[in-house]
């Protein structure tokens, strides 16, 4: 099997980020930008109470507190998976104005140790929503439908999930 290259990070100019200077294992921080999600014409989620956990060639993926979504929601959908950091996952189906987007949610109920300050906080697929925002900026959602990221102007890359991407 050939051998892949290692790719080459951009480097960070003052005031971003490399993806390639995040941990793995993966590392949990809170945050205190201002998150906010739309679905269906609606904003249905707000919080300046979040947390983001980094890892290696990946975007930042945003958890929210379930009391930063608006009522009726968040409902929970079958299946879950279990990630080798985190611990299980539970997935969630997001309802607002007249789209229904089945599990593009997820948390950890019950997260391991170094994840436990977010327990019950809610991760969503950014291109599943009509748009998700840090600090009023519009993210671009990491490429490659399995990941969780959001892209802002303060991080740069390359990121998992680009085309060739798979053996990183």
């Not at 739309?38 to 945003?62: C, D, K, M, N, Q």
């Not at 009509?130 to 890359?157: A, H, K, L, M």
């Amino acid at each position: 099997m050939p051998q892949r290259a290692r790719p080459q990070p951009v480097p960070p100019a003052p005031g971003q980020e490399s993806v390639w200077d995040y941990p793995r294992p993966p590392r949990l921080e809170r945050t205190p930008a201002t998150l906010e999600i739309w679905l269906g014409g609606e904003r249905i989620a707000r919080t300046t109470g979040g947390f983001r956990v980094l890892e290696t060639s990946h975007p930042p993926t945003y958890y929210l507190p379930k009391e930063a979504f608006a009522p009726g929601v968040l409902e929970r959908a079958p299946g879950g998976s279990v990630c080798e950091w985190k611990g299980e996952a539970t997935y969630w189906t997001l309802h607002a104005g007249d789209r229904v987007e089945e599990g593009a949610g997820w948390s950890y109920e019950q997260p391991t140790a170094p994840f436990a300050p977010m327990a019950g906080c809610v991760a969503v697929y950014a291109g599943r929503m009509d748009e998700c925002r840090v600090n009023g900026v519009r993210v671009t959602p990491q490429p490659g439908g399995f990941y969780g990221g959001w892209i802002t102007p303060e991080v740069v890359g390359p990121f998992k999930g680009e085309p060739g991407s798979w053996g990183w």
